[in-house]
């Protein structure tokens, strides 16, 4: 057990709970069925404190990491502390390939999936609906096995907020692996943009547009083909294509970025941001993340725009991604496609605290709904309305977890206030 406080991946956050590094299923049992209060810790990429607890930390990263592929059912079964990276080279190897990345590839699979983490894409729905069972150590220390086509409420059990148990295996839809050619595109007007805004994120596989709000375009239009979908243009909605690869961020050098300037690769080397064998940053950034209804992304960029004096001095940059709609309860995107508003901000937490009121107060009539792991103010009551079956979730939790093992502060805030 490590008794030292230790910190998650941007640095802002010191937790509370020891951390104890199990490795295996039985240790994990045990450890769970002895404890008062425990929680499961992934890579540490959350904002705020919902991995914390009053108890202990557990980290899976050392137990079972095989990585079982069933070619028959054509999915994969790993650890819940498996990150994507590690997945994505190993799949490869073999000839398959995930729907879908999120920008970062360092994430852990369980970790992402309890948060409703996603990559871009119209068709892509987020991490979590590639999902089909998962294997959850229980408060009692005994092992769940759910699924997708047996399991009542399954849909409430995958963007879960680690508040259901420990989740020590996760099983995923596969296919055949696949080649991405990405470009990005610079100064993009926004009317342009906003004029045919459907077009421009359907335009290919995954668009992603990365902008400050300010001014009247927006910066880069990350642009990531599959089966030349998108086969590269001289322009694109007015923007110009990149001449050198380039990060999200100006000035910033392009070399821990994905390949760009449309050479193929595969699916592992282009549907993430960020490349495996680097860390972008660590310790200079704190991010939050806001989801609307895909019918109202035009007046939430908008309102945002009228922001920009606020927010630009708080900000490293902003992405605008679009996902698909899915049937997991606590997913933004449950029931409805989404665009997603995502701000890396800089590392002045107090005045990010300060203003993401202003930022929900703007977005709520556009039923804004937060990710989970990522700096928000919205309270369970407030939540309850953007979430329609969060009274359901809080009955599956009081089934499956009736001594509140697996809650903490965050989740008491956010979740179960009534």
């Known amino acids: 057990m490590n008794q030292a406080s230790e910190r998650n991946w941007a640095r802002n956050y010191r937790y509370a709970a020891p951390i104890v590094h199990p490795t295996s299923i039985d240790e994990v049992q045990e450890l769970v069925a002895a404890a008062s209060q425990v929680r499961a ?25 095989a990585i079982v592929i069933d070619p028959a059912a054509m999915s994969v079964t790993v650890s819940g502390g ?19 990345l999120a920008s970062l590839p360092h994430i852990s699979v369980a970790g992402a999936i309890a948060t409703g983490t996603h990559g871009s894409g119209d068709q892509n729905g987020s991490l979590a609906t590639a999902v089909t069972a998962l294997e959850i150590v229980t408060g009692s220390g005994a092992l769940l096995r759910v699924s997708r086509a047996s399991t009542p409420d399954f849909a409430g059990m995958v963007v879960a ?32 943009v906003l004029e045919n805004f459907d ?36 322009e694109f909605f007015g923007g110009a294509p990149a001449t050198k690869g380039r990060h999200p961020l100006p000035n910033i050098s392009a070399v821990n970025c994905t390949e760009q300037l449309g050479v193929a690769g595969p699916w592992s080397e282009r549907l993430a941001h960020f490349r495996m064998a680097f860390t972008p940053s660590n310790g200079e950034e704190l991010q939050s993340e806001y989801h609307v209804p895909r019918e109202h992304a035009v007046a939430a960029i908008e309102a945002m725009r009228t922001l920009s004096d606020r927010i630009a001095p708080l900000l490293l940059v902003s992405e ?30 107090a005045a990010v605290e300060a203003l993401l009121p202003a930022l929900e107060a703007a977005l709520a009539p556009f039923a804004v709904r937060p990710h989970w792991g990522k700096l928000f103010q919205m309270d369970a009551a407030t939540l309850a309305t953007s979430f329609p079956r969060l009274d359901d979730f809080r009955a599956l939790a009081d089934r499956l977890d009736p001594a509140g093992k697996f809650r903490n502060d965050f989740l008491e805030r956010t979740v179960f206030a009534r």
């Open 41 to 65: 810790l992934g890579s540490r990429h959350s904002f705020n404190a919902i991995a914390d607890s009053p108890g202990i930390l557990l980290a899976l990263g050392r137990v079972d990491d």
């Open 82 to 100: 498996t990150t994507y990276g590690t997945l994505a080279v190993e799949l490869e190897r073999q000839g398959y390939a995930l729907h879908n």
């Open 161 to 192: 907020l680690g508040a259901l148990g420990i989740v020590t295996r996760v099983t995923l839809d596969i296919q055949p692996a696949f080649d991405v050619r990405q470009f990005v595109y610079e100064n993009l007007p926004w009317t342009s």
């Open 199 to 234: 077009a421009v994120m359907n335009s290919a596989y995954s668009v992603s547009l990365f902008t400050d709000w300010q001014g009247e375009s927006a910066d880069q239009a990350w642009v990531k083909s599959r089966n030349d979908d998108f086969a590269g243009e001289s």
């Open 320 to 349: 605008v991604r679009s996902i698909a709609a899915d049937d997991l309860w606590l997913s933004p995107n449950f029931e409805r496609a989404g665009v997603a508003l995502h701000f890396t901000w800089k590392p002045e937490q």
